[in-house]
C-alpha cells in the first residue's frame, strides 16, 4: 500500500534523510523506531507531503504522491495523528472530529459511528473543549480526527508519548482492529518496546537517518534494542 524508495532529505546543509526505502504492507501494522533525532519525524512529515524530498519516490498503491500537496495526498486516504496531538483546543469534540471529515471521498459529512465505538469518551465529551480533556483523551480525539476521513494509511508519529498505561493499552488495540478488521495500513514511529513487541508486525530501525535494521517485530531481539534504541 505505501512504498518509500532512497528518499532523500536535507535541512539546508544538514542531510536528515540518506536514502530511506520502507514497504509498508496492507492490513499491516509497521513501526518505525530509533533513538531522538534520527529522522523519524522527518520521514513521517514527508510521507504526508508537510516536507518534500530532495530525491526518491513515495507510492500509495500504484499512485505516485512525491509531489504532491498535504491536502492532496489527504484526498488519496493518507492520514496523520502528529506528534503532541494538535487537537484544536477552542473547538469541541464533535467539532474536531467535523474537522477531519474534510478529506473525504465519499462527500459524508457526519461522524462515523465507528469512531465513537472505538472512543466511547468521545462520544460521552462531545460538547467540550479540545482544551479541556486530558493527554490521554486528547491522543483518542486525534486519532479518532484522523480516522473521521476515512484513510487507506494512517500515520501516527509518537502516539503512546506522555499517555497513561491504560489508555495506551486501548490505543493499541484499536489499532490492530484497525489492521485485522479494515485491513488498514497502519504507520507508527514509536520508542516504547514493549508496545511493539505486543501490537506490531514489522519494524524498521533508524539511525543517523538510515534504516540499520527491519523484520518481523518478533525478530527485534534484545540485541538490537541494545545496539540501536538503548539511551
Do not use: W
Not at 88 to 109: I, S
Amino acid at each position: 500500500m505505501l512504498n518509500i524508495n532512497n528518499i532523500l532529505f536535507s535541512y539546508g546543509t544538514i542531510r536528515t534523510l540518506r536514502g530511506i526505502s520502507m514497504d509498508m504492507s496492507e492490513g499491516q501494522m509497521t513501526c518505525v523506531m530509533g533513538r531522538n533525532g534520527v529522522g523519524k519525524t522527518t520521514l513521517i512529515r514527508n510521507i504526508m507531503g508537510i516536507l518534500q524530498p530532495e530525491a526518491g519516490v513515495i507510492r500509495m498503491g500504484e499512485t505516485d504522491i512525491t509531489r504532491m500537496q498535504p491536502h492532496q495526498r489527504a484526498k488519496q486516504g493518507l492520514a496523520l495523528v502528529p506528534q503532541g496531538r494538535q487537537i484544536f483546543p477552542k473547538l469541541t469534540v464533535e467539532e474536531n472530529l467535523k474537522v477531519g471529515l474534510q478529506a473525504r471521498r465519499d462527500g459524508v459529512r457526519s461522524i462515523p459511528v465507528e469512531i465513537y465505538d472505538l472512543f466511547p469518551v468521545l462520544k460521552e465529551m462531545g460538547r467540550r473543549m479540545g482544551g479541556d480533556l486530558s493527554g490521554g483523551q486528547q491522543q483518542q480525539l486525534a486519532i479518532g480526527r484522523a480516522l473521521a476521513g476515512d484513510p487507506k494509511v494512517l500515520l501516527l508519529d509518537e502516539p503512546t508519548e506522555g499517555i497513561q498505561p491504560n489508555i495506551i493499552q486501548q490505543i493499541g488495540r484499536v489499532l490492530r482492529t484497525l489492521v485485522d478488521e479494515r485491513q488498514m495500513t497502519v504507520v507508527l514511529v514509536e520508542q516504547y518496546v514493549d508496545f511493539v513487541r505486543e501490537f506490531g508486525q514489522k519494524f524498521y530501525i533508524m539511525d543517523r537517518g538510515r534504516v540499520v535494521a527491519d523484520g518481523e517485530t518478533g525478530e527485534l531481539t534484545s540485541d538490537l534494542v541494545h545496539q540501536h534504541l538503548s539511551v
